[in-house]
């Protein structure tokens, strides 16, 4: 490996960004003006996430471009993105907001107002304590009028799990749900959403980390789904394991169909459609790639419609 050395590289004008651009083959005959506009308000290196598949493979190593490639198709891949991210920051709310509320009820009714304690849970004194430290963080800082109200009438440190998990990230209760629970109480949860629970724990992980992406404007497109997605071998509803993608499982695809599944079971198909057909209207709008968003063989944006009946 090799040795590590100061960073000593100036920084470049929208000029030299744009020449160096020109000098690796990118084409932009009629849009240097927009090419500019965008390199001053998008940072060159959050546009590069874009344009590095179109890197000519034969001469990676110096960022040069296939022959042909426009500006206008990176800039099409961009703005198709963003309508992505948008439709499926939509979608991810529905669920979540579904998952708080289950997660609450479920411990709510075994085990009272206040489950965050170690008798009711499957881990190391350390790791109640980390997590625990949090959920006082949550609520000291809070700004919400319900815990202003909570705070002056009572001497509890946290809040009834039923406020508790309106200041908790989704990745937090993702952690509880996944790391801090019992057997039979994650098993509980998933049951509602006819999943197993590592399954469940799963697509929650992926979904928390997505929709973070969503939230924060960082690229949707084309990327690989973490979390260690699970494609389940028993779901409430087996017309939908087939419309997995058992190849490529961590493309962003097989998120989107555990996002449908979980509309359809809580009762929220509505959404699910307009989400469906935004995909639609994206790819015909930006003629965004099926491969880049890891649909299977045989599988289309527009067949998912048939698939689905709607």
């Not at 470049?12 to 506009?37: M, Y």
């Not at 426009?70 to 891949?77: G, N, P, Q, V, Y």
């Not at 992926?206 to 779901?235: D, E, W």
């Not at 989107?256 to 009762?267: G, N, P, Q, R, T």
Request: aromatic share 14%.
């Amino acid at each position: 490996m090799k040795e590590a050395i100061p960073f000593t590289k100036a920084a470049t004008s929208i000029d030299e960004q744009v020449n160096i651009l020109r000098s690796r083959g990118l084409a932009f005959p009629s849009a240097e003006a927009k090419l500019r506009n965008m390199l001053l308000h998008n940072n060159y290196y959050r546009l590069e996430g874009y344009w590095f598949r179109y890197y000519d493979p034969a001469s990676y190593t110096y960022h040069e471009f296939q022959p042909g490639t426009s500006f206008e198709r990176i800039l099409a891949d961009y703005q198709g993105d963003a309508e992505l991210r948008h439709c499926t920051f939509r979608l991810l709310e529905v669920i979540e907001i579904s998952f708080r509320s289950i997660f609450a009820y479920t411990l709510a009714k075994k085990y009272g107002p206040f489950p965050f304690s170690m008798d009711n849970l499957a881990c190391t004194y350390d790791s109640f304590v980390s997590a625990y430290s949090r959920l006082l963080e949550d609520t000291k800082h809070s700004k919400d009028e319900f815990m202003k109200s909570f705070a002056a009438r009572y001497t509890d440190p946290i809040p009834p799990v039923w406020m508790m998990v309106e200041l908790m990230t989704m990745g937090e209760i993702s952690r509880w749900y996944g790391d801090y629970l019992t057997k039979s109480d994650r098993k509980k949860i998933s049951g509602h959403y006819g999943l197993q629970a590592p399954v469940l724990e799963s697509w929650l992980r992926s979904m928390s980390m997505q929709r973070n992406r969503c939230a924060h404007h960082n690229r949707l497109y084309g990327i690989t789904v973490s979390g260690g997605f699970m494609i389940p071998k028993h779901i409430g509803n087996e017309g939908y394991l087939p419309l997995f993608n058992t190849i490529d499982r961590h493309g962003l695809y097989n998120l989107f169909m555990a996002m449908c599944y979980l509309a359809d079971v809580i009762e929220r198909s509505v959404e699910k459609e307009k989400f469906i057909r935004n995909l639609i209207s994206i790819k015909g709008k930006y003629g965004i790639s099926e491969g880049m968003l890891g649909l299977p063989e045989g599988i289309s944006i527009q067949s998912l419609t048939d698939y689905m009946d709607i």
